[in-house]
């Protein structure tokens, strides 16, 4: 790469002189691509050549090129289509309950009351618990059936106490994932009520709008942007959740709770099915897109229609 | 169209925290508009005009008063249900919306038939001249094209009474002086009673049928721009209105009633419109605008100020100088080609008739004989 290619790169040619002092952008934007590729490309590629390879750690001798041997097992296993399920399950039933919670709260904080500052901080606690802590809080203290906080109200109101985690697994999964997140959304989601301009308000409640209907013309278009944000970066996360599954219910009882992430950390440590395991990876960044996919035609989609109601 | 009535109207900010009690916003307004007039409030920028506003579109509660509209108590009356139309400074255009949607939305809100909307949008979108921008989405738009549909947004509508909150400060000058006329001939067309606030004392003098002057959330004169400006109530109205402003001198009055004296300048006051005879011997303050002093070289005309020139601003049509006469900053408009240059000393005389007579405590405006508005 010659120097004045560089020197191109940064220059915005805006003015002559700027070619022989423009910023080396690309030389000094080297380390950083360089460091992505590794952290990023080397990993995918490992596990696509993975994926391809008998590589079981207990059999080390078998090493050898499988061609689609390991995707056939996965695909043939009801556990692999099961964790799937589980996946979608989990996403979508966390996405609509942080989503519509959280909206329902930042509209409540975003009125002034007395204690505000307080209560909101208090809300937005459980987003700064670390997700094995959350794990541990919920099977230990709520959730436990002798111990947690739960079964001694449902004891002191003359009901019997329920093991949710053993009986209603993935609902107490899903509790505890949406107990999480929802500071995370409320948060986001006040911040975009906050930069709503008041006078829209104004002048939609003159043009004759009800609560209701402010809320459906100016508030939901105005979260549009908003809205996207939250459900795209929660639906990354919960389709990646693992933490909180390990410290509770570790992918069970049976497979109740496997989602792919555990599918695939019991392929590679305790069946040592190296393989195997980067055939569900692959198997996952792809249900990854596909969703992502959906998701963006689907908001992008329901955007639009707001806006021309 | 409507008769909007405002008794006693007051507005105090301070109601939330009983411990915090602030100064009243806006105090004891009266005010009773004509069917289709076109009101203005005008003062200092904090004044409380955009509080009186926000009561009469029942943004904001007023806390004492009470607003009527076609002789209706509208103080409980939410804002959705008192038929008003407000145009925002900001113009507060729906930015998901395209122009056309911004339009209709009101009317589409009150179930009208779709037809009729599309009728009274491109009507108004016609009047207004933004029909080729029905369909693009406000940041599409600049800032005058975003205020005509801010003004199209109200007047599809067809309400009761329009509000405009400085509707033009967003403008450059140009523009806002074609929108000023703008707004007045939609006012004649349309005869909808508007109040229009604005803190540009030129755009009051050339809009409205009556001005509201306010200062500190009290009305300080309500009057024709005519009124206004030959007979203005107190030295704030007198200062206010007019460019440049008025100018003052504190001058004593003479035990005849007629010699003002200042420490250099002297005058002789008539007693032709306002009464003088109760203030003999007392301070007075003395306006007399600009463009109605004249140089002379007489010096012993009765009415007299001496100076030395100190700032020129040849305007062409004009010549602003200023002096300094008794501790009182002067400004004279002189013809266009007078040759005055820094540092000369000038005199300069007026008409008796145009002396403006203020109490120098109380400084209101020495009782007027008749409340004559003549155009001089
Ligand atoms: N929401 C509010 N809370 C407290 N004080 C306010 C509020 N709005 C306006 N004020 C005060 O009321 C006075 C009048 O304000 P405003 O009506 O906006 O003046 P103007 O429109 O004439 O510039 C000002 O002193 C302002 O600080
Ligand atoms: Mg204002």
Redesign the pocket.
């Known amino acids: 790469m010659s120097n004045d290619a560089v020197a191109n790169a940064g220059d915005t040619a805006s003015h002559q002189g700027a070619k022989r002092h423009g910023p080396p952008v690309k030389r000094l934007m080297a380390p950083a691509v360089l460091f992505l590729m590794v952290w990023m490309i080397v990993p995918l590629a490992m596990t696509v050549y993975y994926a391809f390879e008998n590589y079981n750690l207990m059999m080390p001798t078998m090493r050898g090129f499988a061609g689609l041997g390991n995707f056939e097992i996965l695909l043939t296993d009801g556990t692999f289509w099961a964790a799937l399920g589980h996946t979608l399950t989990l996403v979508m039933a966390c996405l609509a309950i942080t989503v519509s919670l959280g909206l329902v709260l930042a509209l409540l904080f975003n009125k002034t009351f007395l204690g505000r500052g307080v209560a909101r901080t208090l809300a937005i606690s459980p987003f700064f618990v670390m997700p094995v802590v959350t794990g541990l809080l919920f099977k230990n203290m709520l959730l436990h059936p002798v111990y947690g906080i739960v079964s001694w109200a449902m004891r002191t109101l003359g009901f019997e106490p329920i093991d949710w985690f053993a009986h209603y697994p993935m609902f107490s999964v899903i509790l505890m994932i949406s107990w999480e997140w929802t500071p995370f959304a409320l948060l986001i989601l006040l911040t975009g009520l906050q930069s709503l301009p008041e006078d829209q308000i104004e002048a939609v409640r003159l043009d004759g709008a009800s609560r209701l209907q402010e809320f459906r013309h100016i508030v939901i278009p105005h979260l549009g942007q908003v809205l996207y944000v939250v459900v795209m970066l929660e639906s990354i996360f919960f389709l990646t959740s693992f933490a909180e599954i390990y410290a509770t219910t570790s992918g069970g009882p049976g497979t109740a709770t496997t989602n792919l992430p555990y599918y695939i950390y019991q392929n590679a440590f305790f069946q040592y099915d190296i393989g195997l395991s980067s055939a569900a990876a692959i198997a996952a960044v792809i249900l990854a897109n596909i969703f992502a996919f959906f998701l963006i035609r689907f908001v992008a989609g329901n955007l639009n229609a707001g806006g021309q109601r | 169209m409507a008769v909007v009535e405002l008794k006693g109207v007051a507005k105090n900010?301070g109601g939330a925290h009983k411990n915090a009690k602030?100064a009243n916003?806006v105090e004891n307004f009266n005010l009773t508009t004509r069917d289709g007039e076109f009101i203005v409030l005008v003062?200092p920028?904090?004044?409380?005009?955009?509080?009186t506003m926000r009561m009469i579109a029942g943004l904001e509660a007023n806390t004492d008063g009470e607003i009527r509209i076609d002789g209706r108590d509208v103080s409980q009356v939410a804002a959705r249900d008192r038929d008003i139309a407000m145009v925002f400074q900001s113009y507060a255009l729906y930015p998901h919306m395209t122009v056309y949607d911004n339009m209709a939305f009101a009317l589409s809100l009150k179930k009208v038939p779709k037809p009729e909307i599309e009728q009274r949008v491109n009507d108004a979108a016609s009047i207004l001249d933004i029909t080729h921008l029905l369909d693009r989405k406000p940041r599409a738009l600049s800032g005058g094209q975003r205020q005509r549909v801010a003004l199209g947004r109200a007047i599809v509508r067809d309400p009761q009474v329009f509000l405009m909150d400085e509707p033009l400060s967003n403008l450059d000058a140009m523009l806002r002086v074609d929108m000023r006329a703008e707004i007045i001939k939609l006012h004649r067309k349309l005869g909808v009673t508007t109040f229009y606030?604005t803190h540009d004392q030129t755009e009051a003098m050339t809009m409205g049928e009556r001005i509201v002057v306010m200062r500190d959330?009290h009305i300080q004169q309500i009057d024709t721009p005519n009124a206004l400006y030959h007979a203005p109530n107190n030295v704030f109205v007198a200062g206010f209105i007019g460019t440049p402003s008025m100018n003052f001198l504190k001058m004593t009055l003479g035990g005849d009633g007629k010699t003002l004296t200042g420490q250099t300048a002297r005058m002789v006051a008539s007693s032709e419109r306002q009464s003088i005879e109760a203030h003999k011997g007392r301070d007075l303050m003395v306006g007399v605008r600009p463009e109605h002093l004249v140089l002379t070289t007489d010096e012993a005309a009765a009415n007299l100020i001496k100076g030395e020139i100190d700032v020129v601003e040849p305007l062409g049509s004009v010549t602003m100088v200023q002096l300094e006469v008794d501790g009182h900053r002067i400004t004279a408009q002189l013809e266009g080609d007078t040759s005055v240059r820094m540092g000369d000393a000038i005199m300069l005389t007026c008409d008796s008739a145009r002396l403006h007579l203020f109490d120098a405590e109380t400084e209101q405006a020495l009782p007027r004989h008749e409340h004559r508005t003549e155009t001089a």
């Open positions: 900010y602030a916003a003062g920028s904090g004044c409380g005009k955009s509080t606030v959330g």
